[in-house]
């Protein structure tokens, strides 16, 4: 049995991914309606709780291996590696991202001391240090629709853009047959540097009107996101991180993808023609 730990973009598209498989997989919910669509599909749903012991030792009854994905809060992953070891689970397969105990970014501190917890469990594991995920573009879709326009504070920075369906695929791919992968750490990115005026190029040529891309400071960012209901802390660490964006700190990109997969990773042309109906 493969336990994944939240049914989000890319936990529930690494679980769809496992049952087409036909591999045993439990996905653990607060909320078993959202995950709904999931069940009916044969996959089996238990309702538990990051913050709750109990409910994740429940959920990981059986379990061999372990998709680690959920947004990063320490003592949630942690509650999640301490049960996986008394378990005796075999692997755990860790999404990440760049990680480091003096980051600006709290993300990125709580994500460092998730993974230092995880490699003092013993438990044997990989870590999926994906760069941003397209999807992050959706939430542009309804001001693009709306105005034909989108800022950041991202500047001209160049950004390795994967689409979380790669991540999901690299993580199932591993949690189907880990033992090739332990103590590996992958970086997953899209094919190529993408800006946002690059952005701003493709959705224009495929919506066929004029999209513009303006240039934002960290404050007007951040507002923008408060105003569009982001709690505030979430806010600041996301207009942290697109503004590092800014000064390069994104403009890394690897082949892990498609050596991993075998076949080329999604680029963003394609991840917006599948999402074309969304900004218009």
């Known amino acids: 049995m493969i336990l994944v730990t939240t049914a989000g ?4 598209e690494a679980v ?25 599909a044969g996959v089996q749903v238990v309702v538990g709780d990051l913050d709750a012991s109990a409910s994740i030792d429940t959920a990981m009854t059986g379990v061999t291996a372990v998709v680690l994905v959920s947004p990063a809060v320490p003592a949630q992953e942690l509650n999640v590696v301490a049960s996986a070891a008394r378990a005796g689970v075999g692997h755990i397969v860790k999404a990440t991202s760049k990680a480091s105990l003096d980051s600006p970014i709290a993300r990125r501190r709580g994500q460092s001391e998730i993974e230092a917890g995880l490699a003092a469990s ?36 160049r950004t390795g853009m994967v689409d979380a369906r790669d991540v999901a695929a690299v993580a199932a791919e591993i949690a189907a047959a880990p033992d090739a992968h332990a103590g590996k750490t992958y970086w997953l990115t899209g094919p190529q540097l993408v800006s946002n005026y690059d952005v701003a190029t493709v959705l ?42 800014a000064d390069g700190d994104a403009e890394w990109v690897t082949e892990d993808v498609p050596n991993l997969l075998g076949r080329p990773a999604r680029s963003f042309e394609q991840f917006a023609a599948d999402h074309t109906a969304t900004f218009t």
């Open 204 to 245: 224009s040529r495929l919506l066929n009107r004029t999209i513009t891309y303006r240039e934002l400071t960290f404050e007007q960012a951040k507002d923008a996101m408060i105003r569009a209901g982001l709690p505030e802390q979430i806010a600041h660490m996301n207009a942290q991180a697109l503004s590092l964006t």
């Open 122 to 157: 013993g438990v044997p594991h990989s870590l999926l240090r994906s760069n941003a995920y397209m999807q992050n573009v959706l939430a542009s879709a309804p001001e693009i629709a709306r105005t034909d326009g989108f800022g950041s504070p991202a500047g001209k920075g």
């Open 16 to 40: 769809r991914l496992l049952a087409e498989r036909g591999l045993p997989v439990r996905v653990l919910v607060r909320n078993p309606a959202k995950a709904k669509p999931l069940a009916e």
């Open 9 to 12: 973009k890319v936990g529930s």
